[in-house]
RNA sequence: GCGGGCGUAGCUCAUUUGGUUAGAGCGCCAGUUUGUGGCACUGGAGGUAGUGGGUUCGAUCCCCAUCGCUCGCCCCA
């Protein structure tokens, strides 16, 4: 450990094999939900022009977010960007390959590596990996009920419990007219709020929300409500909540409404909503979505309505852990070949690669050791057979199958034994 | 970016008011007679105490720095 020369750079981490079951347990469990939703998966790239990404975290914060972003100037001179969320490149791609002339909606997921500079914490880190949906070119509110349905299955698949919120941002222009009225009120107890919030009045009121300090919770005391607001002034998007909600009542899925759950920038619209858990401290999102109606034409596309959610599977599986959800083991491997003496040592190479021709995972020992030992590394693979050839088996043809469960064992020949192992492979 | 805690074998942790060869459990390797695992027993390998400085006759232990992890704050696409 000390000689320890170089390590994974900060916020990084490897995934070791007695790990990586639990993570293809989510990939599987996420792939096949999406398929039974028609969404199909794309892949984009890894990076993209950093100007991509500036605009679509939006004009206002473009400062403080390229400071958390992977950026870097090529030898074409040009600045990439390690993409920094999941929505940017799908939306691109879209665009691109003008996939919305193959059909109104586009359902789309993804699973892929996300890049942020940022502090690590708990479920917090510089790559961490998303799986996500997008759907394109639907604006109603079935569209909503679409992915939050798929949420809700994902979470439950995964054994995570979690309470649903979800509130309406209304659209950018009842949201402007939200914000005056928010700042209004805030306004006479402006010199009360907390430092942050007092930045944040100036910068983005909506985030005063966010805020934990009891001073700012005694300012929001009585403030305007988005849904009230909606109710004067953008009925249809109080429609299209209610309508929602309606949905979601009939899919059985319970949600909370929640008034301060928010969103920083200007192409979010309408629904929003974020699946939390109280098992992880102060990271309590668990999987988080939202409509983006004004996403697509901000790239450069037609209007085109979408909404999307991404959830981070380090920390699907932190709570997933944390909810006492039942650990996972690796397949074991059907057979492992036990040789005694030089013959058989040589000759087993091509025994593995008959099993291996007819399907049957196996392995052996490649270091020379004690028959003993043999049996031992087959217990510690768990493997269900041991394929034992020593001089005796060489000399007639033969492999003495044993059973590692119930101890039984038989001699026979290879063809035979090749029979029994395929049956239960 | 700010503040608190932590960093001893592969893993989980002991140890020291600063004092000879830093320990345990698990894991790993080997053996317990001749070709048989899981249990048990025996033995073994493995650590310049994250790293670099400093104080001291002497540092794993005290001080500083640095890297990493962690908790909270900021931020959160």
């Known amino acids: 450990m000390s000689q320890i020369k170089y390590q994974s750079p900060r916020g990084t981490h490897d995934l070791l094999p007695e790990e990586i079951d639990k993570w293809r347990f989510v990939e599987a469990t996420f792939r096949s939900l999406c398929a039974k939703y028609s969404f199909q998966e794309i892949r984009t ?17 473009d400062v403080m977010v390229t400071k958390q972003m992977y950026s870097f100037v090529a030898p074409d001179e040009q600045s990439y960007t390690l993409r920094p969320e999941g929505t940017a490149g799908i939306v691109r791609a879209y665009l691109e390959h003008n996939l919305s002339e193959r059909g109104p909606v586009a359902k789309l997921f993804y699973i892929a590596s996300i890049f942020r500079y940022e502090a690590p914490g708990a479920g917090r880190y510089r790559q961490h990996h998303q799986c996500g949906v997008e759907m394109l070119g639907a604006a109603g509110p079935e569209a909503d009920a679409e992915v939050l349905a798929l949420s809700r299955d ?20 009842s949201r402007r007219d939200y914000v005056a009225k928010l700042r209004a009120h805030l306004e006479p107890q402006r010199a009360s709020l907390s430092p942050d919030s007092q930045r944040r009045f100036e910068v983005n009121p909506l985030r005063i929300f966010d805020s934990k300090d009891p001073r700012d919770h005694a300012a929001l005391q009585g403030a305007p409500r988005l849904l009230d607001h909606l109710a004067q002034h953008d009925p249809e998007s109080l429609q299209h909540f209610q309508t929602l909600c309606a949905t979601l009542d009939g899919l059985g899925i319970g949600y909370q409404i929640d008034h301060e759950l928010v969103r920083g920038f200007d192409y979010y619209s309408r629904t929003a909503f974020e699946w939390v858990s109280d098992k992880l401290g102060a990271q309590s999102t668990v999987l988080g ?11 450069g596309g037609n209007p085109t309505p979408g909404i999307g959610f991404g959830a981070g599977i380090e920390r699907l599986l932190l709570v997933r852990e944390a909810s006492g959800a039942s650990p996972l083991e690796a397949a074991p491997i059907t057979a492992f070949l036990v040789t005694l003496g030089e013959g058989a040592r040589a000759a087993g190479a091509k025994i593995l690669a008959e099993l291996r021709a007819n399907g049957i995972a196996c392995d052996r020992d490649f270091v020379g050791r004690s028959m003993r030992a043999q049996m031992r590394e087959a217990n510690r693979q768990r493997a269900r ?41």
């Open 45 to 61: 790239p890894l990076f993209e022009q950093t100007e991509l990404f500036a605009r679509a975290t939006g004009e206002s914060s």
């Open 154 to 173: 994902f979470l439950a698949a995964l054994g995570i419990e979690a309470q649903l919120k979800i509130n309406s941002l209304g659209t950018p222009q």
């Open 289 to 299: 979505g939202g409509r983006y109606d004004g996403l697509v034409e901000e790239l």
């Open 385 to 425: 057979f041991t394929l034992i050839v020593g001089e005796d088996e060489l000399a007639v043809g033969t492999v003495s199958l044993k059973n590692m469960e119930s101890g039984a064992q038989e001699t026979l020949e290879l063809a035979r034994a090749i029979e029994v192992l395929r049956g239960v492979s």
